[in-house]
């Protein structure tokens, strides 16, 4: 079964912006902050690239030219930018954008901001995903408590993998985040199960100064 992956990079910035401002530091989208000698947007495509999938599809929206200026000639050839029209979308609409241009059976969703997800990790939740009786009918996510087969979608997001057209039903003319979405497909009676993570900053996303900070250590 095929699979590809959905990498979102359409966000506001607005928590980092923030912060900047009160650091008084340059304003920087965070998706374009150094990280491991390349930015924190490259480290996520670059382990996304380094699986075994179809394709890699980068959502853009805020930000498009700031963030391709800094990173479209080196992944021009690898991934397919596709942006967000209009731009002031929620994540579930940039999902479902960068869903519905791939032609794969099953899609890797994950977000741009979190580039200490390894790929091992993400390996670990396609044989989930593909291992498993239905796997039409199941979601392979990084856990957030448990793992294994889980009983609640309850702060869960991405990253994660999901079979394509199933999710995209539930993406349909919503515009919100993905955890309302996600506890909407659990009660429908989808699986979930949850994969554990090799380390604990794989569990971080980069959403404030001090995350990033964090991140770097």
Known sequence: MSISTVITAAGKNSRMRKDQLARNIDLKNKLILPFKDKTVIETTIDNALSLDIDECI????????EIKEAIFDNYKHQVKFIENDPVD??????????????GSDFAL???ADQPTVLPETFNKMIEASQNSQDPFHTISILRRRKTGLLDTAEGLGMPFVAPRENLMKYLENEDDNLNPILRKIFADGYTFYGIKEKNKKELLNINHYEDYLNLLD
Do not use: R
């Open 58 to 65: 980068v959502v853009l929206g805020h930000y498009a030219d």
């Open 89 to 102: 979308v929620g994540l579930s609409t940039s999902l479902y954008n960068g869903l519905s241009n791939i």
């Open 109 to 111: 969703c994950i977000t």
